[in-house]
């Protein structure tokens, strides 16, 4: 990476962090989810009942690591029921002012998330995910109705996982995004698991930014959930190296944002990340390019 794009690059507000621009104006934006299927903390997925006193925990913990990091995050609020999303989103907005992502596999329960966020007034802290091909036009249509602006937009063709197949397909997700009111473009690269055809999604961040000038990631964290290799041969303390890793790497590709995965991951993944966008921050100094913001990681390191 040249660690500067000739396209300019945009940059989106969502509560008080800043998404995307030049490498080292912005620190990288960590999504982690919260409420995920085999969490401790949740009893019932379906009815959403979970252990109020681990979640608010597990907030205060994220809300700390982003405070003496600087690096700003979301909370993936990942629901299987409408029911479970009515309770989580309840409950969230009382704990942290971090922007939400309404993340549901079930389109029905996407729908729903977006319609309980308007209720609720929640729309302009919301995240949308996903935008992808196959997306139906009832489902675009609720999600402009819902006034969210903000969207995971998903350069996913399963038919070819090839860096042009992604780039085809980018070209459909972005228009279907358009139409759906989407004025804040996320694109993700859709890297699906660790497996050895995954450099495509990565060579595809900086090309990506380089044409479009959107904030461009991915989830990291689908990759540290299936290193099946690591997880046989390394013992678990011994892993975090691992999921670190495979997140930094991702930020000298040039990513914007990462989902990271589960949110008790944030006490060693926020400081690996903060330490790498110190360095962005720095290489960028050499190219003229400064933080927009003195809440940079390289101000809490240096200053």
């Known amino acids: 990476m040249s660690f500067i794009f000739k396209t300019p690059q945009k940059t989106y507000d969502i509560g008080n962090a800043k998404i995307g621009g030049q490498p080292g104006e912005n620190p990288t934006f960590l999504i982690a989810s919260i409420f995920w299927l085999g969490q401790k903390m949740v009893t019932d997925a379906n009815k959403g009942?979970?252990?109020?006193?681990?979640?608010?925990?597990?907030?205060?913990?994220?809300?700390?690591?982003?405070d003496i990091t600087g690096v700003k995050f979301a909370l993936d609020i990942v629901g299987t029921t409408e029911t479970a999303f009515e309770k989580y989103i309840d409950f969230i907005p009382s704990h942290t002012d971090a922007p939400l992502m309404l993340d549901a596999m079930s389109p029905k329960t996407r729908m729903a998330a977006a319609n309980l966020a308007k209720k609720m007034g929640l729309?302009?802290?919301?995240?949308?995910?996903?935008?992808?091909?196959?997306?139906t036009d009832a489902e675009l249509a609720n999600l402009k109705e819902s006034g969210i602006k903000m969207s995971i937009v998903l350069a996913d063709d399963p038919k070819d996982t090839t860096l042009d197949g992604k780039m085809n397909v980018l070209v459909e997700a972005l228009a279907m995004a358009e139409r759906a009111g989407i004025t804040?473009?996320?694109?993700?690269?859709?890297?699906?698991?660790?497996?050895?055809?995954?450099?495509?999604?990565?060579?595809?961040?900086?090309?990506?930014?380089?044409?479009?000038?959107?904030?461009?990631?991915l989830g990291s964290g689908n990759l540290v959930t299936t290193m099946g290799w690591v997880k046989s041969s390394f013992e678990k303390e011994f892993r975090k190296g691992t999921v670190c890793s495979t997140n930094t790497i991702m930020q000298m590709a040039g990513a914007n944002w990462l989902m990271t995965g589960p949110i008790e991951q944030a006490q060693w993944v926020f400081p690996a990340v903060a330490i790498t966008d110190t360095y962005l921050a720095s290489i960028g100094a050499d190219l003229g390019t400064r933080p927009t913001d003195e809440s940079h990681p390289i101000y809490k390191a240096f200053m």
């Open 49 to 66: 009942i979970f252990d109020q006193k681990a979640a608010e925990d597990v907030i205060n913990t994220i809300q700390t690591q982003s």
């Open 123 to 135: 729309t302009d802290r919301c995240i949308y995910n996903s935008i992808y091909k196959g997306v």
């Open 184 to 217: 804040k473009p996320l694109v993700d690269t859709a890297v699906p698991a660790f497996e050895p055809d995954m450099g495509s999604s990565v060579r595809a961040i900086p090309i990506m930014k380089e044409k479009y000038g959107h904030p461009v990631g």
